[in-house]
C-alpha cells in the first residue's frame, strides 16, 4: 500500500493528490493518480482515510475483481454505502440495497422487463421519445445557443426509462408518460434535487455527507416522489374498485388483452404469479387486479421503480454525451459511424422514424463505439462490503476483506496499460479485431462497466438499445462542438476566482464529476449544428 502515517493514515497522501484535480472531480480518478505516484503498488491494495472513510481494499485487476463478483458462493454483498445513497431515494426497498432471497426473488420479477427480445420490441416507444431529442437539437441549432447536452440527454433518458416501466398502450387510462423534455415533471425534478444531496459516506468532501440541510431536503424531495408514484401506481391499480368480470374467450385476436409491455405491468404479472392464488384468479392483463394483492405489491415496488428511473436515466445519459464528445473529437471515428448508419439504414435527408429493429443488431462499429465510450468514461463502480474470514488473493498472497470497502474501480482498470494497448485513445477499432491483433486487450474481463456476475446491471440491453438509438438518429445530421472555453471566460470573470481554480484532468476539460453517476463537468456546454446533404447522403471522407 502507500507510505501509511501512523496517525493520519493516508489522508495526507490522498489530500496531496486531490489537490492535483478540480475540486469536483469524480474520486474514481484517485487509484490512477495513486499508481502513477507508486508505480510499484500492485493490483490491490489497502487505503487507510479514517475517520473520513471507512478503510478500502482497492482493487483493480480483473482475476481479483471476478474473485468476489463472479466467483460462487465468494460473491460480496453491496457495501451499506450504497443503500445509504439509495436511502431517500427509494426508501431502501429496492434491487440495490436487497441481499440473499428477498433479491433474487424480486429480481426474477423484474428479469422478463429487462430481456433482450422485451426491449427490441420498446424500440418504437425509444424512437419515439429520441424524435423530441431531435426536435429540441434541430431548435438549438436554429439559434445557434449554447446548450447544456448533458440536461438534454438527461431529459431523453428519463423520458425513455419513463415509457419502459409505465406505459402500456393496451390500457390507455394505464398510459403514463413523464414528458420531461418538454414540460418540468415534478417527479423527475424531485429525483434529481435529490440525487445532489445523498451521499456515500466514503466523499473526499466530509460535507457531502453532513450538511444539517440534507434531513429537510431530503424530507422535502421523497414526499414529493412518493406522492406521484402513489398516484402512478393507485392510477394503474385502483385498490378501491372491483374487477370487471372476466370476458368469455374469444377466437380473435383482441389487442387489448396482449400483454403490457410496461415493466411494472410485467413485474406485477410475476408478483401475482409468485403468490399463493385463490381458486379463480383474475388476469393482470385483462382485468384489474384486486384489492387483496395490490396493497403489498404498490408498497413494495414503488422504490424498485424509483431505482430503475435513477439507474435508467443518469447512467445512460452520461454515456450519450461522452459519445457525441468523443466522436466530435475524433472526426474519422465519426466518417466511419456516419458511413455505417447511410450503409444499414439507406440515404436520408432527416433522422429515421424508425430504425428496424433487426437493424439495430447490425451495426458493428457503432456499438463499438458505445464500447468504447464505457470503457474511457465509465459510469459507476462496484463498492462490495468484505465480510469475516474472506479473502482474495494476488499471487498466492492472501488479502482479508473483513470491513473493508471493497473498491472494483473501473476508471483504472478501464485505462490500465496492462490491459489495454493505448489505453488513453478513443479507438472503436480495438472492438472489432482478433486476439491477435495489437489493439486487442489482454483480458477478457478488463472491461466492466455494467460488471459480470449475479449483480450485473439488469438495464444493460436497455442501455445499449436505446445508445444505439440515440446515435442512429443524431449522429448523421448533427455536429456537436463543446463550449468549455466560453464557459471558463464566464468564470474567470467571477468573483469567486475561476482563474485560480483546476479546469483539466489528464488534458480533458470534460473531466467527470461526480453527481449520482460519473457525470460531466459544467454539463458540457456545446452548440450544435445541422450537417450539410453531403453528409446526409453518405458522401463522407
Known amino acids: 500500500?502507500?507510505?501509511?502515517?501512523?496517525?493520519?493514515?493516508?489522508?495526507?497522501?490522498?489530500?496531496?493528490?486531490?489537490?492535483?484535480?478540480?475540486?469536483?472531480?469524480?474520486?474514481?480518478?484517485?487509484?490512477?493518480?495513486?499508481?502513477?505516484?507508486?508505480?510499484?503498488?500492485?493490483?490491490?491494495?489497502?487505503?487507510?482515510?479514517?475517520?473520513?472513510?471507512?478503510?478500502?481494499?482497492?482493487?483493480?485487476?480483473?482475476?481479483?475483481?471476478?474473485?468476489?463478483?463472479?466467483?460462487?458462493?465468494?460473491?460480496?454483498?453491496?457495501?451499506?454505502?450504497?443503500?445509504?445513497?439509495?436511502?431517500?431515494?427509494?426508501?431502501?426497498?429496492?434491487?440495490?440495497?436487497?441481499?440473499?432471497?428477498?433479491?433474487?426473488?424480486?429480481?426474477?420479477?423484474?428479469?422478463?422487463?429487462?430481456?433482450?427480445?422485451?426491449?427490441?420490441?420498446?424500440?418504437?416507444?425509444?424512437?419515439?421519445?429520441?424524435?423530441?431529442?431531435?426536435?429540441?437539437?434541430?431548435?438549438?441549432?436554429?439559434?445557434?445557443?449554447?446548450?447544456?447536452?448533458?440536461?438534454?440527454?438527461?431529459?431523453?433518458?428519463?423520458?425513455?426509462?419513463?415509457?419502459?416501466?409505465?406505459?402500456?398502450?393496451?390500457?390507455?387510462?394505464?398510459?403514463?408518460?413523464?414528458?420531461?423534455?418538454?414540460?418540468?415533471?415534478?417527479?423527475?425534478?424531485?429525483l434529481r434535487r435529490q440525487v445532489r444531496w445523498c451521499s456515500f459516506g466514503a466523499?473526499?468532501?466530509?460535507?457531502?455527507?453532513?450538511?444539517?440541510?440534507?434531513?429537510?431536503?431530503?424530507?422535502?424531495?421523497?414526499?414529493?416522489?412518493?406522492?406521484?408514484?402513489?398516484?402512478?401506481?393507485?392510477?394503474?391499480?385502483?385498490?378501491?374498485?372491483?374487477?370487471?368480470?372476466?370476458?368469455?374467450?374469444?377466437?380473435?385476436?383482441?389487442?387489448?388483452?396482449?400483454?403490457?409491455?410496461?415493466?411494472?405491468?410485467?413485474?406485477?404479472?410475476?408478483?401475482?404469479?409468485?403468490?399463493?392464488?385463490?381458486?379463480?384468479?383474475?388476469?393482470?392483463?385483462?382485468?384489474?387486479?384486486?384489492?387483496?394483492?395490490?396493497?403489498?405489491?404498490?408498497k413494495a415496488t414503488q422504490g424498485h421503480m424509483l431505482l430503475f428511473l435513477l439507474g435508467g436515466h443518469d447512467t445512460t445519459a452520461t454515456t450519450l454525451t461522452y459519445a457525441l464528445h468523443a466522436l466530435s473529437s475524433h472526426p474519422h471515428a465519426l466518417s466511419r459511424l456516419r458511413a455505417e448508419h447511410t450503409l444499414v439504414f439507406g440515404p436520408s435527408p432527416s433522422p429515421s422514424p424508425t430504425p428496424p429493429h433487426h437493424s439495430l443488431n447490425n451495426l458493428p462499429y457503432t456499438t463499438a463505439t458505445i464500447k468504447e465510450t464505457l470503457r474511457l468514461y465509465p459510469v459507476v463502480s462496484a463498492p462490495r462490503l468484505g465480510r469475516t474470514h474472506h479473502h482474495l488473493h494476488h499471487n498466492s498472497q492472501p488479502f482479508p476483506t473483513e470491513s473493508m470497502l471493497v473498491w472494483s474501480c473501473h476508471h483504472f482498470l478501464h485505462r490500465s496499460p496492462a490491459h489495454w494497448p493505448r489505453a488513453d485513445e478513443f479507438l472503436p477499432e480495438r472492438w472489432l479485431v482478433g486476439p491477435q491483433h495489437e489493439l486487442f486487450p489482454t483480458h477478457g474481463a478488463c472491461w466492466r462497466p455494467f460488471e459480470y456476475g449475479p449483480r450485473a446491471c439488469i438495464g444493460r440491453e436497455l442501455a445499449m438499445t436505446e445508445l444505439k438509438v440515440a446515435l442512429v438518429m443524431v449522429a448523421r445530421f448533427f455536429d456537436v462542438q463543446e463550449g468549455y472555453a466560453e464557459v471558463d471566460r464566464v468564470k474567470e470573470k467571477g468573483w469567486w476566482g475561476g482563474r485560480r481554480e483546476r479546469k483539466e484532468v489528464d488534458g480533458e476539460r470534460a473531466y467527470q464529476i461526480q453527481v449520482g453517476s460519473a457525470r460531466a463537468s459544467d454539463g458540457f456546454p456545446c452548440r450544435v449544428r445541422e450537417v450539410g446533404a453531403d453528409v446526409k447522403q453518405g458522401r463522407v471522407e
Open 1 to 190: 500500500m502507500p507510505p501509511h502515517h501512523p496517525i493520519f493514515g493516508h489522508l495526507l497522501v490522498v489530500n496531496n493528490i486531490l489537490s492535483e484535480l478540480p475540486r469536483a472531480a469524480h474520486a474514481h480518478y484517485l487509484p490512477s493518480r495513486i499508481h502513477r505516484r507508486y508505480p510499484d503498488l500492485g493490483p490491490i491494495y489497502y487505503l487507510d482515510m479514517y475517520p473520513f472513510a471507512p478503510p478500502f481494499l482497492v482493487c483493480v485487476s480483473p482475476t481479483v475483481i471476478s474473485q468476489f463478483t463472479t466467483q460462487s458462493g465468494n460473491e460480496l454483498p453491496n457495501h451499506p454505502g450504497v443503500k445509504k445513497y439509495l436511502l431517500p431515494i427509494t426508501g431502501g426497498r429496492d434491487l440495490a440495497s436487497m441481499e440473499g432471497e428477498e433479491w433474487k426473488r424480486w429480481r426474477k420479477i423484474y428479469n422478463p422487463g429487462f430481456g433482450a427480445g422485451h426491449i427490441m420490441n420498446l424500440v418504437p416507444a425509444i424512437v419515439e421519445e429520441v424524435s423530441v431529442f431531435v426536435d429540441i437539437l434541430r431548435e438549438h441549432a436554429r439559434k445557434g445557443d449554447l446548450f447544456s447536452l448533458d440536461e438534454a440527454a438527461i431529459n431523453l433518458t428519463m423520458d425513455v426509462i419513463g415509457r419502459v416501466a409505465f406505459s402500456n398502450h393496451q390500457h390507455k387510462n394505464r398510459d403514463h408518460k413523464l414528458s420531461s423534455q418538454t414540460t418540468p415533471n415534478p417527479l423527475t425534478s424531485a
Open 203 to 298: 466523499e473526499p468532501n466530509p460535507f457531502d455527507y453532513m450538511n444539517p440541510l440534507k434531513p429537510l431536503v431530503h424530507w422535502y424531495n421523497s414526499r414529493i416522489m412518493n406522492k406521484y408514484m402513489s398516484r402512478v401506481l393507485e392510477s394503474r391499480y385502483p385498490s378501491s374498485s372491483t374487477p370487471p368480470p372476466t370476458k368469455p374467450p374469444s377466437t380473435t385476436t383482441n389487442p387489448s388483452t396482449k400483454k403490457s409491455k410496461a415493466v411494472i405491468d410485467l413485474a406485477h404479472a410475476e408478483y401475482l404469479s409468485s403468490l399463493p392464488s385463490p381458486k379463480n384468479p383474475p388476469s393482470p392483463t385483462t382485468s384489474n387486479p384486486s384489492p387483496r394483492t395490490i396493497e403489498p405489491f404498490s
